[in-house]
């Protein structure tokens, strides 16, 4: 296939193939009437709306419990605030842990250890998600709950995780932030749990810059949360009705902006379309690299669930992996690694600073409350071997809505062309 770029040949691509945001690259004139109606209205504050005139954010949530089917859906101000709502909703607190995959988004640790609660670490499989053979593992007397996250798109073994959960009499909640619009066996990704989790920040699909959603059948579960995301909760009307539960305490300000609120209703519309084309392009790839000796591609447990957003092939080692992305790139086709230590990305465990210092105020770190009578005393940067090692030998690329099927066609070429010269 001709010299690689690397080594003086010429690239498949003379420009690089990148991607960027997705929903904030599309913003436009509707996005603008959505803000504007809601200054005009001079409402900002999501409890004047009205009966009549519901507020954006009770709109939002009208919408995704429409999407989803579930009985309830919490507009929050960010993914982490959901978690931990729906933390507080569950009731998992001091002296429960709750098990995490080793890689998610350093949020999915913060919101535990904001909740009171001790995150367990799990390895991950060759889905890249949390592998459900490590839950078992990890389970003891004081597990609470189990946190599954999709990642960069791709469903978990969610069947197998609730399954898990329910013979072990845990909670589930699902970390959807990264899959929003995915599905698994045909259901929606983050109504399998007992509360999903959502995230609509800048990287999101769908953004408002940041912005959450909890979404429950459960009244309890729901309850609490609502009180947790918003201490003064008992003071609005609630537009459904219901009684507060006895047991509730008062919480914090999670509490959604109309104007964020009102961005991402103005995008939620574009959310199918922009899966339909990122599962295009993806196939696209994916059918031309399928049979390439020495790619192992990424186990997808749905790929018709997949959202599309990433495709990672794994590559029989470290330094290979290391090797055929700095090639790849030097074709025209972004791509990296996804563990070299090269930058402290944020997703993988040991690069979560309050977690492998030990917590230096000891009085913030969980497992020393007085309600805590398990075993864990802190965390390794090792702890987690074949996160690290999947990781470590992952190459991944980024899908983007701007990309053509030509563009897709000159992946192809180029990764069929570095795999012949270093596999």
Known sequence: MGKLAIDGGKPVREQKLRSGFHGSELIDEKEQEAVLNVLCKKRLFRFLGTKEQPSEAESLEQWYCQRLGTKYALAVNGGTSALIAALYGIDAGPGDEVIIPAYTYIATAAAVIAAGAVPVLAEIDESLNIDPADIERKITPHTKAVIPVHMRGVPAQIDRVTTIAQAHGLSVVEDVAQSNGGTFAGQALGTFGDVGCYSFQQYKIITAGEGGLVVTDNDRFYLRARMQ??????????????????????????????????????????????????????????????????????????????????????????????????????????????????????????????????????RRAPWKNPFYKGDIQGYSPTECPRTLELLGRTVMMLMDQTYSEQDADQAIEAVNKVATALL
Not at 252 to 269: F, G, K, M, P, T
Not at 273 to 278: C, M, N, T, V, Y
Request: net charge negative; proline share 5%.
């Open 229 to 362: 995301h918003d201490c003064a909760m008992r003071f609005w009307k609630d537009a459904k009705g219901q009684e507060e539960h006895p047991d509730l305490v008062s919480g914090e300000n999670y509490r959604i902006s109309e104007l964020a609120a009102a961005l991402v209703l103005a995008q939620c519309d574009r959310l199918d379309p922009l899966l339909e084309h990122f599962r295009s392009i993806k196939s696209r790839i994916i059918a031309g690299i399928s049979n390439i000796d020495g790619i192992e591609l990424q186990h997808v447990p749905d790929p018709r669930g997949d959202c599309g957003i990433s495709l990672c092939m794994l590559l029989p080692d470290a330094e290979i992996s290391r090797r055929f992305a700095a090639a790849l790139n030097a074709e025209g086709i972004g791509c990296g690694t996804i563990f070299d230590n090269s930058i402290p990305d944020r997703h993988i465990y040991r690069n979560w600073p309050f977690m492998m210092s030990g917590l230096a105020d000891e």
